[in-house]
Nanobody
């Protein structure tokens, strides 16, 4: 059974940093695209960043160079270091294998002073 488990969320002050991780089990990450998505209260889920199997990356317009998606196939893990966090980044962050129904349970990121 494929499972994705996110970690690394928490409470951080504005302009602070967090590093999210997503561990994939039950399948190998190699050969699959994987993405980070987020959903804030009252808003639709939106794409944060995607990294393809060939390590091409795509980011949401709001990222503006603050986040960097990466992957370690040997560890079956995807990462999302986030810098210069803003109040508007507050949301539940999910990882998902692209073009699949596999999603993690989410990790809460709260940016507040």
């Amino acid at each position: 059974q494929v499972q994705l488990v996110e970690s690394g969320g928490g409470l951080v002050q504005p302009v602070g940093s967090l590093r999210l991780s997503c561990v994939v089990s039950g399948s190998i990450l190699r050969g699959h695209d994987i993405g980070w998505y987020r959903q804030a209260p009252g808003k639709q889920r939106e794409m944060v960043a995607v990294i393809t199997s060939s390590e091409d990356t795509t980011y949401g317009d709001f990222v503006k160079g603050r986040f960097t998606i990466s992957r370690d196939n040997a560890k079956n893990t995807a990462y999302l270091p986030m810098n210069s966090l803003e109040h508007e980044d507050t949301a539940v962050y999910y990882c998902s294998i692209r073009y699949s129904s596999y999603w993690g349970q989410g990790t809460q990121v709260t940016v507040s002073s």
